[in-house]
């Protein structure tokens, strides 16, 4: 059996080649020999002698004419390959820094081979065409392998370094980049036709790939709001093509080279991954239809049967003039857009809601439409002739009347058919009664009397998180991990808002006053401007204050970058700045993640007291609420009693480098510098 499985011609004996094999089989540490033994049978079935052959000629093997016998070297390397390819890795991948940035070279890696590295941790300095840059980690984890060592170059897109997800995979990691794919796959020459990978190769004329871009350093991927551009038609450098969604804001995306765009790979509405192909851009336009061709080859491309969307192209030459109100209601399959409550109050009040003229987005029928159909507005059904009237069931006593489905179901609900109130004919309890019963259906809704406001319509179903959605619950969910602890105190605001009404006319906010205010109080208690790190308290040379603002569909905080050094005119200009910006969705990464302390202020929202979430990576966070009035004693007013304003205001605080000491100092300045505040404006 050895000499069959093995192959191993001019062996003196079966047990000679035995006892060579029990040798090597001791030699692997922690594998038995019969484990050994039985791994190289199966492998040695598995594998092509080409591929083999092919593996030991890569590593300096010998080989036999006719015959092989595979080394401890051999089956480590297949060990070792079957490791890296189960080990999870993660690709870090040379950033586009710039809307030019074609490559990048590595200044300085700022962490080695075998550390560990937290997502938004600097890991490397990369220098662009415009600038160097610190570039951060996506996740946590462990450097495995660097590719691209300092001062070495690399494309935009390209991977310079491997990161394992556990400390155990390093090795594994490691090493299944070192063979690449070709060192566990056969050479090009042992690989048969059958084979060979499917789709074209790379055309060979000039073109360019436009991938999805990473718009911050937490956007995993994004989503593709908008071309600006379509397919064909001539791009230039630096003209915007498309809206990307990141997990931050909307931003446009500009193009590299001039062009065209031969091919849309994520279409609107669509996710890619960071660095993942989106379009194909043709330097010359006689390229585009091979260039879509390629694009079919591509992951994530649709497939080549593509004169969909050519048809699609013309199409719209040839539709006609929209249809009237009436005639949008029903489409061609005799569809009927009618929201849910207006096709209920249809069939209840006997309305052909085919013949009704929707008022609603797009002719939708509304409740409102059948209502004034029904009062006359437009034909409706005429009601059905009145069925003779039956005698009324009266149910012997002890009996209660159910159909059999409504008795199957409320005993297995466990409910008395004596508590429901039939609906059926003869006030029979009916299956849907137990589903109502149960909660597992809804009731139907009663009719509005006529002449009556129509019942307001509420959201219903489930609405998708929007990327800006997704990362704030995201980094709701992070902050569990954090011990805190809170402080509130109330502050006298009467000279504040004295303060405000006198510079109020130069532009100065409320938000921009209170910033300068919170960093000059940070400036006496530097430790509430650190944040925690394993080895111990990180300190901010910096104080720049994040202010949360509310926009349509999630939450942002603009930074007023040293608020401490400025001029409170110069913040209250760059206040106004950054929440344009914000609800435009167009703020830079560096202009709402470079905060060191928060403030969340729902003062003008009249809320009396609240608790802010201190984010991740921040140790301090400041929530302000409304300011309200107090009648206190004073010795001085003519009947002892004077009025005056207060606000509540609560300090956040990660308890792992801040103590409750510290937080009662920095408030009882903060109260200082409120009742004091004439300084803030010189």
């Known amino acids: 059996i050895l000499a069959a499985g093995f192959n191993l011609t001019g062996s003196p004996t079966i047990e000679a080649d035995t006892r060579v094999i029990h040798h090597k089989m001791k030699i692997i540490a922690g594998i038995s020999s019969t484990t050994a033994l039985l791994f190289l049978l199966s492998w040695q079935t598995s594998q092509p002698t080409t591929a083999f052959v092919a593996k030991s000629t890569a590593h300096g093997l010998q080989k036999h004419a006719a015959s092989f016998f595979p080394t401890n070297v051999d089956i480590y390397e297949n060990v070792r390959f079957s490791t890296a390819l189960k080990a999870e890795s993660i690709k870090i991948t040379m950033p586009a820094l710039s809307s030019t940035m074609k490559e990048g070279r590595v200044v300085s890696w700022l962490k080695s081979e075998g550390d560990a590295i937290e997502a938004g941790e600097a890991i490397m300095v990369v220098e662009s065409d415009k600038a160097d840059m610190d570039v951060e980690a996506f996740e946590d984890g462990y450097l495995a392998k660097i590719i691209t060592g300092e001062g070495e170059t690399a494309e935009v897109g390209a991977v310079v370094a491997l990161v394992?997800?556990?400390?155990?995979?390093?090795?594994?990691?490691?090493?299944?980049?070192?063979?690449?794919?070709?060192?566990?796959?056969?050479?090009?020459?042992?690989?048969?036709?059958?084979?060979?990978?499917?789709?074209?190769?790379?055309?060979?004329?000039?073109?360019?790939?436009?991938?999805?871009?990473?718009?911050?350093?937490?956007?995993?991927?994004?989503?593709?709001?908008?071309?600006?551009?379509?397919?064909?038609?001539?791009?230039?450098?630096?003209?915007?093509?498309?809206?990307?969604?990141?997990?931050?804001?909307?931003?446009?995306?500009?193009?590299?080279?001039?062009?065209?765009?031969?091919?849309?790979?994520?279409?609107?509405?669509?996710?890619?991954?960071?660095?993942?192909?989106?379009?194909?851009?043709?330097?010359?336009?006689?390229?585009?239809?091979?260039?879509?061709?390629?694009?079919?080859?591509?992951?994530?491309?649709?497939t080549p049967a593509a004169p969909a969307p050519a048809a699609a192209t013309t199409a719209p030459k040839a539709v006609p003039k929209a249809a009237s109100p009436a005639s949008v209601n029903a489409s061609a399959g005799g569809r009927v857009v009618a929201s849910p409550l207006a096709k209920k109050m249809a069939t209840e009040m006997g309305v052909d809601i085919s013949a009704v003229v929707g008022s609603g987005p797009g002719g939708r029928i509304t409740a409102a439409d059948v209502q004034n159909a029904a009062a006359g507005g437009t034909p409706a059904k005429k009601a059905a002739p009145a069925s003779p009237s039956k005698p009324k069931h009266i149910p012997a006593p002890g009996v209660i009347a159910a159909t059999p489905t409504a008795r199957a179901l409320a005993k297995k609900a466990k409910l008395d058919l004596a508590s429901i109130e039939g609906t059926g004919e003869f006030g029979r309890v009916t299956a849907d009664d137990v589903r109502i019963a149960t909660g597992e259906k809804k009731p139907v809704r009663k009719t509005a009397a006529p002449g009556a406001p129509a019942p307001i319509e509420m959201p219903e179903g489930l609405v998708p998180f929007t990327g800006m959605q997704r990362a704030v619950s995201n980094n709701m969910v992070a902050t569990l991990d954090c011990p805190v602890f809170r402080a509130s105190r109330e502050i006298e605001m009467d000279a504040f808002n004295a303060l405000y009404q006198s510079v109020k006319p130069k532009g100065v906010t409320v938000s921009a006053l209170l910033a300068k205010a919170v960093a000059k109080a940070i400036e006496k208690h530097p430790i509430i401007n650190s944040s925690f790190r394993p080895e111990g308290t990180f300190f901010n040379k910096d104080i720049n204050i994040a202010m949360a603002v509310a926009i349509e569909g999630g939450l942002i905080t603009p930074v007023l970058k040293y608020a401490n050094e400025r001029d409170v005119l110069e913040l209250g200009e760059n206040w106004k700045e950054l929440v344009g910006k914000a609800k435009a969705g167009t703020l830079s990464p560096d202009e709402y993640n470079s905060g060191t302390f928060v403030i969340s202020n729902m003062g003008m929202f009249g809320v009396s007291q609240f608790d802010a979430i201190l984010p991740a990576g921040m140790g301090g966070i400041l929530a302000v609420a409304g300011t309200q009035e107090y009648i206190v004693p004073d010795k001085q007013a003519v009947l002892g009693m004077k009025k005056i304003s207060k606000m509540t205001v609560t300090l956040t605080c990660d308890h792992r480098q801040i103590y409750g000491a510290d937080a009662a100092m920095f408030l009882k300045t903060l109260n200082d510098i409120m009742m004091n505040p004439a300084p803030l404006v010189k």
Do not use: C, H, R
């Not at 450098?237 to 990307?244: C, K, P, R, T």
């Not at 590299?256 to 851009?281: H, K, M, Q, R």
């Open 164 to 302: 394992a997800t556990e400390e155990a995979d390093i090795a594994a990691v490691a090493a299944g980049d070192e063979g690449g794919d070709a060192a566990p796959t056969p050479s090009a020459e042992a690989v048969p036709a059958a084979d060979a990978p499917a789709g074209g190769a790379a055309p060979d004329f000039e073109f360019s790939q436009l991938d999805m871009p990473a718009l911050s350093s937490t956007m995993k991927e994004g989503k593709v709001v908008s071309w600006l551009k379509g397919e064909g038609d001539s791009v230039e450098a630096g003209e915007a093509i498309m809206v990307v969604e990141s997990d931050k804001a909307d931003m446009d995306v500009e193009a590299f080279e001039d062009g065209y765009i031969a091919a849309i790979i994520t279409g609107e509405g669509e996710t890619a991954n960071v660095g993942a192909p989106v379009a194909l851009i043709a330097a010359n336009e006689a390229d585009i239809p091979a260039l879509k061709a390629y694009a079919a080859t591509l992951s994530g491309a649709p």
